[in-house]
């Protein structure tokens, strides 16, 4: 049993921070059709970016703040200089941008940070908690509490406001948005800017756990893809459901299966779902106008 | 001219020239091994052209078949003591199984589901390969030898330059028959609107899947004719990079185009080469220049300047 639960929270841990990585794949697909595989380096910039102010002497609340800023920007400036001069190119065309911009990202952090592998210290000490007999690091909770503070922040943007229900208008339907005098190319923005911000935040949290590098955005873009695909791509709850289940198969799989085949897992059970629900757990199937 | 240039002949024609005239103004050695490299990658990338620019499927796996393609040649001789060419049809013959077998129900899916489902077994593969080292020699990769024929041996990189050439050229050419062929007009018809295909007859699913087998025995010929070529294989050519690098080939050359599959690979293959003299900024330059690229040339690089110089004449 206290097996168990260590894999459950190995796995919510992981889950959480790919979970983060789908939402922040969905805001922006859902604004703007675009699947951007940049989004796993606002992770890395997030993490690396404190790392590095935390280094030079900057205290660690004012280093997140810098992060978070420095990956909203980039986020700005990746719509702007990348996504829409290429307006209304083909799906794949963007994508390929996106990983375009990936590969770019990449090298900027290669030279403005370094090669090596970093690790900021734990949050709130590393004594770990003891739950059931698993051993819980408090850092972990602050991984699920920050994804859980994100969520709800979230709903009540898109909810509560005017600009997020402008948001949701934009992803319902561009053209009658435009139609009622909504600014699509700043709602857009907005979507990427807000996209960064959480891929930073989960970065900067995850970091003591997971250490950061240059280099760790391919992998978390490729999770988080598959985490919102597995729960239905445009579906903020599929997303978020879908990021914890790949968290939850992987620590499963290394844990009962094999620790070498643990990536592996996940995308099994991606292809099976989707041999059955083509649409994802929570999609809605797509009707096509002829 | 318009007769001619409608003519199904041209580009493979073009290419075999192309192949034969570069041979002439090589420098060096090193130039024909980058060549070489070119035309392998040009010859996976024209078969994953027939899938995506012609009948629309994306495919983010298709290292996994180019892979197994490369492993196939690597592990057959040495282990079983096949011959390499017998190994390399015993690859292609295998990784269009494989494409039979996965190709029906992952078909179904559609647009991103597709993408997701692609790299799903995409991975699987490369996982299986860096793992299993008993057979692979896992993440270190696993030496490849030398291809014999009647007794000649074929070393140095000019005799690879033209055999990997030539497979490319018949690669081209088997493509552009395939694609004016009602196979070929099935396909087209699918991309444009598969409702509208099947109310006229094409059985949509069944075409999906030929070309998926079609696309993956390139990918699988052109991966054995890699590890021949550099005579050792490691994971990275299953790798999802690899995958990544093959589609992008595809877009930036232009989707639907044969030559542009050329002109994608030769851009993505030769650009790190120049560009390891930039040393540390060499990301940033690939990543620069492919959304420069994509932004400038958006339907890819051969047909934006087609109608570019058909513009201009008119």
């Known amino acids: 049993m206290a097996e168990f639960l260590q894999f459950c929270a190995s796995g919510l841990t992981v889950g959480a921070v790919y979970a983060l990585v789908a939402l922040g794949f969905t805001i922006i697909y859902n604004a703007s059709d675009v699947v951007n595989f940049a989004q796993g380096e606002f992770v890395m910039i997030g993490g690396m970016t404190t790392v590095f102010a935390t280094a030079a002497g900057v205290p660690l609340p004012a280093a997140v703040l810098i992060a978070i800023l420095a990956a909203m920007a980039i986020g700005l400036l990746l719509h702007r200089l990348a996504i829409e001069p290429a307006r209304g190119a083909s799906p794949v065309t963007l994508i390929i941008i996106t990983i375009g911009a990936s590969i770019f990202l990449r090298g900027l952090a290669q030279i403005v940070f370094d090669k090596q592998f970093h690790s900021l210290p734990s949050f709130s000490g590393d004594t770990p908690i003891n739950i059931g007999g698993a051993l819980v690091l408090p850092q972990s909770f602050w991984v699920l509490g920050g994804a859980l503070v994100i969520v709800i922040a979230l709903w009540a943007f898109f909810n509560r406001t005017v600009i997020g229900k402008a948001v949701l208008a934009t992803a319902a339907n561009r053209l009658a948005a435009r139609l009622v005098g909504i600014n699509t190319s700043f709602v857009i923005g907005l979507s990427f800017v807000l996209s960064a911000a959480i891929g930073a935040i989960a970065g900067i949290l995850v970091t003591p756990i997971t250490l950061t590098s240059y280099d760790i955005g391919t992998l978390l873009a490729l999770k988080g893809f598959a985490a919102a695909m597995l729960g239905g791509m445009g579906n903020p709850i599929g997303a978020i459901i879908g990021g914890l289940l790949v968290g939850l198969l992987e620590a499963f799989g290394a844990g009962y299966i094999s620790s070498t085949y643990k990536d592996a897992m996940a995308f099994i059970v991606i292809l099976a779902v989707l041999f059955v629900m083509p649409c994802g757990l929570l999609g809605r199937a797509s009707v096509e106008r002829v | ?314």
């Open chain 2, 1 to 314: 001219m318009r007769k001619l240039m409608s003519n199904r002949l041209v580009v493979p024609a073009f290419l075999a020239l192309l192949v034969v005239a570069l041979a002439f103004v090589m420098p060096s050695n090193f130039y024909f091994r980058v060549a070489a490299l070119v035309w392998i990658s040009a010859l996976a990338v024209i078969g994953l052209n027939l899938l995506m620019g012609f009948a629309g499927q994306v495919s983010l796996g298709h290292a996994g078949f180019f892979g197994l393609g490369a492993y196939s040649v690597a592990i057959l001789p040495a282990q079983f003591g096949l011959h390499p060419v017998i190994a390399l049809i015993a690859g292609a013959a295998g990784c269009a199984l494989l494409a039979f077998v996965v190709g029906r129900p992952i078909l179904r899916l559609k647009g991103h589901y597709l993408a997701v489902a692609t790299l799903g077994f995409g991975i699987l593969v490369s996982m299986v390969i860096s793992n299993e080292a008993w057979l692979t020699g896992g993440p270190d990769g696993m030496p490849v030898s030398r291809l014999t024929l009647f007794g000649w041996r074929a070393r140095g990189a000019d005799t690879w330059y033209w055999i990997t050439g030539g497979l490319m050229v018949v690669g081209a050419l088997l493509a552009v028959n395939l694609v004016a062929s009602p196979t070929g007009r099935a396909l087209r018809a699918l991309h444009d609107s598969e409702v509208a295909a099947r109310v006229v007859g094409v059985d949509v699913a069944r075409y999906k899947l030929i070309v998926f087998v079609i696309s993956a025995i390139y990918a699988s010929v052109a991966g054995s004719a890699l590890a021949l070529v550099n005579g050792f294989i490691t994971p990275d050519a299953a790798g999802f990079l690899h995958s990544i690098q093959l589609v992008t080939m595809v877009v930036l050359g232009g989707m639907g185009s044969i030559l542009g599959s050329v002109v994608g690979a030769a851009v993505l293959v030769v650009l790190p080469q120049v560009l390891t003299v930039f040393h540390e900024y060499e990301h940033l330059m690939l990543g620069f220049m492919m959304m420069a690229f994509m932004i400038l040339l958006r339907s890819g690089i051969v047909p934006s300047l087609s109608t570019l110089i058909a513009g201009r004449r008119a």
